[in-house]
């Protein structure tokens, strides 16, 4: 039998109690955990099953003090393991508790818990809404308002739009946390209720803000072209091109069919072809183009020019 093993979770800064309950259950089930390394990778150790409570404790002041701090909780009997990602981790056997185990426990009491959730969120939650004010909001709009968006640019807006709800999600759930434990020290006021109701709608605004917004943003731009056509040339004049434009053109064998592609922004597939017979022409071009082709047999050639958020002017010409 394996004597280690590792498993990838992960836990949010405000879920250290189910991550408690998931060290607890590992150790019972006879695996104690040894390490965990980035970014959720938890290691363990085959050992005797045991009843050990694990404990998290986020507080920037002890680590400062080490020393000093790792002895307060070992002369209540807590073992220290580690620190990871600012929480310091501790463990006792529940065989050794000599209280109740609620008692036991690093926070006995909603007004300490209440404390280390101010110290995640100056610690954790508040450089998280720098982020995500600073940096995910910006840039999400961003790459949604480009013009003439790449695919590159749709697979960075849709990364930023995931950040987005995670990062809204971990607010949320951290704001309820908070404000549950609060609500059991003492009973909410007026302004506890104007405050914190300001604050939901507020969310709720950016919520709808940001999604009402980049759906608009993100909706198909309409095409914006011109079409020029004469009895032996037909052009094509886009400010944006994401569309296909079809023209028919009566060629005889011995002409050239000359064409020019001068293709600023996107992309533009053409595709050449006299009824339903194999393309004399098929590609895509993304810069400037020129070539003439040989036309072997009589007959209405279709033109089809497709634009892929494509701006420039392509000239189709007999010679």
Same mark, same amino acid.
Not at 100 to 125: H, N, P, Y
């Given at each position: 039998?394996?004597?280690?093993?590792?498993?990838?979770?992960?836990?949010?800064?405000?879920? +250290?109690?189910?991550?408690?309950?998931?060290?607890?259950?590992?150790?019972?089930?006879?695996?104690?955990?040894?390490? !965990?390394?980035?970014?959720?990778?938890?290691?363990?150790?085959?050992?005797?099953?045991?009843?050990?409570?694990?404990?998290?404790? +986020?507080?920037?002041?002890?680590?400062?003090?080490?020393?000093? +701090?790792?002895?307060?909780?070992?002369?209540?009997?807590?073992?220290?393991?580690?620190?990871?990602?600012?929480?310091?981790?501790?463990?006792?056997?529940?065989?050794?508790?000599?209280?109740?185990?609620?008692?036991?426990?690093?926070?006995?009491?909603?007004?300490?818990?209440? @404390?280390?959730?101010?110290?995640?969120?100056?610690?954790?939650?508040?450089?998280?809404?720098?982020?995500?004010?600073?940096?995910?909001?910006?840039?999400?709009?961003?790459?949604?308002?480009?013009?003439?968006?790449?695919?590159?640019?749709?697979?960075?807006?849709?990364?930023?739009?995931?950040?987005?709800?995670?990062?809204?999600?971990?607010?949320?759930?951290?704001?309820?946390?908070?404000?549950?434990?609060?609500?059991? !020290?003492?009973?909410?006021?007026?302004?506890?209720?104007?405050?914190?109701?300001?604050?939901?709608?507020?969310?709720?605004?950016?919520?709808?803000?940001?999604?009402?917004?980049?759906?608009?943003?993100?909706?198909?731009?309409?095409?914006?072209?011109?079409?020029?056509?004469?009895?032996?040339?037909?052009?094509?004049?886009?400010?944006?091109?994401?569309?296909?434009?079809?023209?028919?053109?009566?060629?005889?064998?011995?002409?050239?069919?000359?064409?020019?592609?001068?293709?600023?922004?996107?992309?533009?597939?053409?595709?050449?072809?006299?009824?339903?017979?194999?393309?004399?022409?098929?590609?895509?071009?993304?810069?400037?183009?020129?070539?003439?082709?040989?036309?072997?047999?009589?007959?209405? +050639?279709?033109?089809?020019?497709?634009? @892929?958020?494509?701006?420039?002017?392509?000239?189709?010409?007999?010679?």
């Amino acid at each position: 039998m394996a004597q280690t093993k590792t498993e990838f979770k992960w836990f949010t800064v405000v879920q +250290y109690k189910a991550e408690q309950e998931y060290l607890r259950e590992m150790h019972l089930n006879g695996w104690k955990l040894t390490r !965990i390394s980035f970014p959720g990778f938890y290691h363990f150790e085959a050992c005797t099953p045991e009843d050990m409570v694990y404990q998290l404790d +986020y507080n920037q002041d002890g680590t400062a003090h080490k020393r000093e +701090y790792i002895q307060l909780f070992a002369d209540c009997g807590w073992e220290y393991m580690f620190d990871f990602v600012g929480y310091s981790y501790f463990r006792k056997p529940v065989s050794q508790m000599e209280g109740t185990e609620a008692s036991e426990e690093i926070f006995c009491d909603d007004e300490s818990r209440l @404390e280390m959730m101010k110290r995640v969120f100056k610690g954790r939650v508040m450089p998280l809404l720098c982020v995500f004010f600073g940096i995910v909001l910006p840039q999400l709009f961003m790459q949604t308002s480009l013009s003439g968006r790449s695919a590159f640019n749709e697979v960075i807006a849709i990364i930023y739009w995931i950040l987005f709800v995670v990062y809204f999600v971990l607010f949320i759930t951290f704001g309820i946390q908070y404000f549950s434990y609060e609500k059991k !020290i003492r009973e909410p006021d007026i302004s506890d209720k104007i405050k914190y109701g300001g604050l939901l709608l507020i969310t709720l605004m950016i919520f709808v803000f940001v999604v009402l917004g980049t759906a608009k943003l993100w909706k198909p731009a309409d095409s914006r072209y011109d079409v020029k056509k004469f009895p032996d040339e037909y052009s094509i004049g886009a400010e944006y091109l994401n569309a296909t434009i079809r023209h028919d053109m009566e060629l005889k064998a011995g002409d050239e069919l000359e064409v020019t592609l001068q293709v600023l922004e996107g992309d533009v597939h053409l595709r050449i072809y006299l009824d339903k017979k194999n393309p004399i022409y098929e590609g895509t071009v993304s810069e400037w183009t020129h070539f003439a082709l040989p036309i072997h047999e009589d007959g209405t +050639y279709t033109i089809l020019t497709t634009g @892929e958020q494509a701006e420039g002017s392509f000239c189709f010409q007999k010679r």
